[in-house]
């Protein structure tokens, strides 16, 4: 189990949230699209077209458009990747361990417009003790999460145990590169070293092995990570007010993490990696 109070309040700590829905409601009174949202509900490295590509890795096994296939994102944080799934056609449920981020997720999903997609469900706990049946899911999926958890043995076998046998777990992960000891923080998943679990990829496979997963595919995806991330960078630094920036969620420290993510890519500090798995 982790301190959930202060990881909460990490993410907790500068997030505006009351504020952001009135922003929305101004800017975008027909609802918010996807991609509108994306500065704010994709707090990853990569943005919408990471969470395309992560979800293209359940089509060989999960239909896509199949109001059955069941998907659990551990971590959801703001839902971008849940409403990018239930757009095509999943049964999205979000896990959180913060709750004003499951709070805002179902209010920022209330002003979507996603009138055929299957409905969403939110539920607030933690990764280590998921609140769900054995085989209850067909998909698992880990996208920037993982990192906050130190026990990941304990999260990899619960994982295992809610996905149905031949079920699916795909991660977007970042995890330690060979120069780890030069990170920098903040990052946004972390102030410091204290809520930062980085495994080594090659630790990560065995710890999904040991839970009893199968590796299908494991690939690199720091380069464009770390193109991605010099992109955004650019956009932060220009003086143009941006409708939403994750500055509504982490403030100006953001500007920094922002910073040092471009810093702990280059030097191999970090790296980020897409994996999938079965059961
Ligand atoms: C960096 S954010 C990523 C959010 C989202 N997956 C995304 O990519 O936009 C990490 C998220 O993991 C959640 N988290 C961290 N530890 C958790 C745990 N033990 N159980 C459930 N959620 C957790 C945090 O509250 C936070 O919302």
């Known amino acids: 189990m982790i301190d959930s109070n202060r990881l909460a309040n990490h993410y907790q700590r500068a997030l505006r949230a009351d504020e952001i829905l009135a922003q929305i409601d101004a800017h ?3 609802g918010p699209t996807l991609h509108q949202l994306a500065p704010l509900d994709q707090l990853h490295i990569g943005g919408v077209a990471a969470t395309t590509r992560l979800l293209e890795r359940l089509s060989p096994c999960a239909p896509l458009k199949s109001p059955y296939v069941n998907v659990l994102d551990i971590g959801a944080g703001l839902g971008g990747l ?3 799934g239930a757009a095509l056609g999943l049964q999205m449920t979000g896990l959180d361990i913060t709750h004003g981020f499951s709070a805002l997720n179902k209010a920022l999903s209330a002003r979507v417009n996603q009138p055929t997609a299957p409905p969403l469900t939110w539920v607030t706990g933690d990764a ?3 609140p769900f049946a054995d085989n209850s899911f067909d998909a698992v999926l880990f996208q920037h999460s993982l990192l906050n958890m130190p026990d990941a043995a304990k ?3 619960e994982s295992h145990r809610v996905l149905r046998p031949g079920g699916q777990l795909v991660m977007h992960e970042v995890v330690s590169g060979p120069n780890v ?3 920098r923080y903040p990052v946004p998943w972390a102030a410091s070293c204290e809520h930062s679990h980085l495994l080594g990829l090659a630790e990560l496979t065995r710890l999904l092995e040991t839970a009893g997963f199968r590796l299908d595919h494991v690939e690199d995806w720091t380069e464009l990570a770390l193109e991605w ?4 960078r650019q956009k932060e630094q220009t003086p143009r007010q941006a409708v939403l920036s994750p ?3 982490f403030g100006e420290r953001f500007l920094t993490m922002g910073k040092n ?3 702990n890519l280059a030097q191999d500090a970090i790296k980020v990696v897409e994996i999938q798995a079965s059961c």
């Open 261 to 263: 993510l471009v810093d």
């Open 155 to 157: 999260v990899l076998a």
């Open 128 to 130: 280590c003790a998921l």
């Open 82 to 84: 849940m409403r990018q």
């Open 181 to 183: 000891a030069q990170l």
């Open 247 to 249: 500055q509504w969620i």
């Open 28 to 30: 975008y009174p027909a």
């Open 229 to 232: 991330r010099k992109r955004q």
